[in-house]
C-alpha cells in the first residue's frame, strides 16, 4: 500500500469532515464557518461551497458535520450564549428539513460530536452533561441516556454495535 497526498485548491482552517460515495464535505474552523464540497477523485475538485448565512451565523461555527442518507447533519456552536443546535440540511440543495436547539451549554472548548443511526435517526455525545442524546428522524428529542463515563465520540458499526470513546481514551461497545 502507497499513501500519496493530494492537494486541494482550497487552503483553509478545517474543523470537521464527512463524505457520501462521490464527494467529501469539509467544514472550516472559524466564526461564520462554511461548507466545501469537493469530488472524491485522484485530483479532487471543488464543487459548491456554502457560505454564512446558508451555513450558520456570523457568532457560530459548525463543529461537526455528518452525511448520510443524501443528507448533512451541521452542529452548530454560538460563541455568543454558548448553546448549541443541530441543523439537517440536504446534501444536493442545501435546503433545511430541520432544525433542532440542544439543551446544551457548553463550557469548554471540545468539539461536540454525532454521529447516524439506523431510519434516519441521530445520537449525539453530549460530554458537557455526560449523557447520549438521540434524535429523530423528524428532529425531534426521542431520548436522553445518562452515561456512566464522559462520552467524546459515539459511532454506530453496522445495525446494532455502537462504540462510544470515553475522556479516559477508551472504547466503551454496546449493543443497541
Not at 451555513?55 to 448549541?84: F, G, M, P, Q
Request: glycine fraction near 2%; proline fraction near 2%.
Amino acid at each position: 500500500m502507497s499513501i500519496n497526498r493530494i492537494e486541494t485548491n482550497k487552503k483553509a482552517k478545517w474543523a470537521s469532515c464527512t463524505c457520501s460515495d462521490t464527494s467529501i464535505f469539509l467544514s472550516t474552523r472559524v466564526h461564520g464557518s462554511s461548507i466545501l464540497e469537493f469530488s472524491l477523485s485522484a485530483t479532487p475538485n471543488l464543487i459548491r461551497e456554502w457560505k454564512c448565512p446558508d451555513s450558520c451565523a456570523l457568532t457560530e461555527d459548525i463543529t461537526s458535520v455528518k452525511y448520510y442518507n443524501e443528507k448533512l447533519l451541521l452542529l452548530i456552536r454560538n460563541y455568543t450564549n454558548k448553546t448549541v443546535r443541530m441543523n439537517l440540511k440536504s446534501a444536493i440543495t442545501f435546503d433545511c428539513i430541520w432544525s433542532f436547539q440542544l439543551d446544551i451549554i457548553y463550557t469548554q472548548e471540545k468539539v461536540i460530536r454525532c454521529c447516524s443511526l439506523m431510519n434516519d435517526e441521530w445520537l449525539i455525545a453530549d460530554f458537557e452533561n455526560q449523557r447520549l442524546i438521540q434524535i429523530a428522524k423528524d428532529g425531534q428529542n426521542k431520548s436522553m441516556l445518562a452515561y456512566n463515563e464522559i462520552p467524546w465520540f459515539a459511532h454506530l458499526f453496522g445495525p446494532n454495535i455502537l462504540a462510544v470513546s470515553i475522556r479516559k481514551f477508551e472504547l466503551n461497545f454496546h449493543w443497541i
